[in-house]
């Protein structure tokens, strides 16, 4: 029986079987695991999104940075943001709307040809050795 062909066939067909049987486990292990190829890019797609987020949070906090050293070195920063902000306007000064008509058709130049030009807000002067 050891001598016959048939033996040595039936183990090789066994050891191949075997050998696919494991090629495929390591494979399974490869593609649909945890620790896949699959979930490396997953991750690292993540982790990329992430650092462009950080970027851009850095760059925000840098700017919110330098507006607060601004505000901290003098009162002309302070009294600048106050005005943009919140419409602030000092005694006896006036401040001054431009409206644009953009109903009406504009001129050769492309620019419109009316506007409007109104008091928005003004503050009365007030002098400082008297009190009323």
Known sequence: MSGSPRGPRRLELSLAVVLLALLGLLQRQIWWSRDSVAA??????????????????????????????????????????????????????????????????QGPSGQHSRHTVRPAHTRPSTSRGTRS
């Open 40 to 105: 490396n890019q997953r991750i690292a797609r993540r982790i990329h999104r992430l650092e462009v987020r950080l970027r851009v949070d850095r760059f925000r906090d840098d700017l919110l940075h330098a507006d607060v050293r601004n505000l901290e070195r003098g009162r002309g920063a302070l009294a600048a943001a106050v005005r943009y902000n919140l419409g602030y306007v000092r005694p006896g000064e006036s401040f001054y709307q431009v409206m644009i008509d953009d109903s009406t058709p």
